[in-house]
Antibody, heavy 123, light 110 residues
Framework: QLQLVESGGGVVQPGRSLRLSCVAS????????MHWVRQAPGKGLEWVAS????????YYAASAKGRFVISRDYSKNTVFVQMNSLRPEDTAVYYC????????????????WGQGTPVTVSS | QSVLTQPPSASGTPGQRVTISCSGS????????VYWYQQLPGTAPKLLIY???QRPSGVPDRFSASKSGTSASLAISGLRSEDEADYYC???????????FGGGTKLTVL
């Protein structure tokens, strides 16, 4: 069945880096754009970054631009987000999600979600 | 502060119909599709509505949505206790090239 499994979360000090992974299964990974969305404790959803199905187009929220890098490995059916210079305000559960449409650049809509991986940035 | 504006809370009694609004601008809701998500406590979000008013398979027809100009709304009819959740609207912004979420609406079934 369609599945996304995130990993890589944990506790990290401010200024350090962390790389999150999301392994996809049950669908043709190379045909779908992928997204990272986060949710701070008790807060709403916040889009972080997206990557197109072919990896050519990448989009970032203002809060992530310049610090986070989204990428994908087709051989491993995995999407990553490398998070650098982490701040306490990056503390959140990070969800990986599949774009609703296939073979197009992301334009909104996520139909498959992972269970999330928690990231805590604290000294 | 979210660019898409939703009321923070909504409520209704079982069987009632409730609506949740989502207000944006010409560069997002006004020119792109709107999506709605339901997030039950402690779980990942679930796609409830796509392309403004379409329901994925498995979503009950008690859930409906519409869009007009730069605003959208989600309606839930025949309210049930299991509908108690957070609801989010989402749209792509064609001028900023970013994805936007509303701040979320917490629905309480009284």
């Amino acid at each position: 069945q369609l599945q996304l499994v995130e990993s890589g979360g944990g506790v990290v000090q401010p200024g350090r880096s962390l790389r999150l992974s999301c392994v996809a299964s049950g669908f043709t990974f190379s045909s779908y754009g992928m997204h990272w969305v986060r949710q701070a404790p008790g807060k709403g959803l916040e889009w972080v970054a997206s990557i197109s199905y072919d990896g050519y187009n990448k989009y970032y929220a203002a809060s992530a631009k310049g610090r986070f890098v989204i990428s994908r490995d087709y051989s491993k059916n995995t999407v990553f987000v490398q998070m650098n210079s982490l701040r306490p305000e990056d503390t959140a559960v990070y969800y990986c999600a599949r774009d609703f449409r296939y073979n197009v650049s992301p334009r909104g809509g996520m139909d498959v979600w992972g269970q999330g991986t928690p990231v805590t940035v604290s000294s | 502060q979210s660019v898409l504006t939703q009321p923070p809370s909504a409520s209704g009694t079982p069987g009632q119909r409730v609506t949740i609004s989502c207000s944006g601008s010409s560069s997002n809701i006004g020119s792109t599709y709107v999506y709605w998500y339901q997030q039950l406590p402690g779980t990942a979000p679930k796609l409830l509505i796509y392309d403004n008013d379409q329901r994925p398979s498995g979503v009950p027809d008690r859930f409906s949505a519409s869009k007009s100009g730069t605003s959208a709304s989600l309606a839930i009819s025949g309210l049930r206790s299991e509908d108690e959740a957070d609801y989010y609207c989402e749209a792509w912004d064609d001028s900023l090239f970013v994805m936007l979420f509303g701040g979320g609406t917490k629905l309480t079934v009284l």
